[in-house]
């Protein structure tokens, strides 16, 4: 799968390969106040230590404060796809991770404190477990998800300048799914849309090309295409999906997978997207750890 490394797991944001928690909260902030900017990231340090609360920083944010991050762009505008994929890049990510709604609320209220007035708040989603990792559909999420040193070498960098060592990139989206039209399709239909099983999650041989499980076997890229997965559902009145969530040493993956998602390989379009469609798009860097905390100094300066 991916070559043996050596990883310093304590230079690791360590949030990023434990288990999906049973709530999490996604706070996505723009960029208002470049001179304000320094401050503002030394405040959040203290608040944000990589475990209960990851941190991302988007391409236009480290462009802005005078930076160079390579490997980090902004998420693609994808052209020539029949089905819509939008980029909705923003300049800081946080993903909040625990189980009290109330605790991650003041968390969130008190790192949006934090980054005023540099970075204001426009995007703040509820997450949450729904049984053993299910998405909203009843079908098991990341069921191909790399484990252990597999999971080190997948998600986070190994080469580079030392100050990046440790470090991974992010790939969020939130897809809004259209619950109503997906249970009224027959259990099979359902089935070959996702390309497995519901009842017992086995893959199905013969499910059509435009499966879900086949349009990204993360085996089948050359080269191989493998992320780690760490999605959870999101709800909001009478709104619900998915916040997809992938970590990888680079977004070459998750973004070869979408490109074949969306057709743009070999004209077949995911079935996913005749009852779900991706609503938001931001790739960021979640920089190593450093003496204990999130080392948030902008790359390449």
């Excluded at 997207?273 to 905390?293: A, L």
Aim: hydrophobic share 40%.
């Amino acid at each position: 799968m991916t070559p043996e490394t050596t990883h310093d797991t304590s230079r690791h944001q360590a949030g990023i390969l434990k288990a999906v928690p049973a709530l999490a909260r996604h706070l996505f902030f723009a960029l208002d106040s470049v001179t304000e900017l320094p401050n503002a990231l030394n405040r959040i340090a203290p608040l944000a230590d990589g475990d209960a609360t990851v941190v991302g920083l988007g391409e236009s944010l480290v462009r802005a404060a005078g930076g160079r991050m390579d490997g980090l762009r902004p998420f693609p505008t994808l052209s020539g796809s029949p089905v819509d994929i939008p980029s909705t890049q923003h300049g800081l990510w946080c993903w909040l991770r625990g189980d009290d709604r109330g605790e991650l609320l003041h968390r969130g209220r008190r790192i949006e404190a934090a980054l005023a007035p540099a970075l204001r708040l426009v995007l703040a989603t509820e997450a949450f477990r729904y049984g053993k990792g299910l998405d909203l559909t009843g079908y098991e999420d990341g069921t191909e998800n790399p484990e252990g040193d597999e999971a080190l070498a997948v998600a986070f960098t190994s080469t580079g300048a030392d100050s990046l060592l440790g470090g991974s990139f992010a790939a969020v989206q939130h897809w809004r799914h259209d619950l109503d039209h997906f249970e009224r399709l027959p259990g099979n239909e359902q089935d070959h849309i996702m390309g497995r099983r519901k009842s017992d999650n086995q893959e199905l041989e013969d499910a059509p090309e435009s499966s879900h499980v086949k349009r990204t076997a993360q085996e089948s890229f050359d080269p191989e295409a493998f992320v780690v997965r760490r999605s959870m559902p999101w709800t909001d009145g009478a709104q619900s999906g998915l916040v997809f969530l992938a970590f990888g040493h680079s977004v070459d993956a998750f973004e070869a997978q979408l490109r074949r998602m969306a057709g743009l390989d070999d004209g077949i379009v995911d079935a996913l997207f005749r009852f779900s469609q991706p609503v938001t798009g931001g790739y960021y860097w979640c920089p190593p750890m450093r003496d204990g905390r999130i080392d948030l100094r902008i790359p390449g300066r």
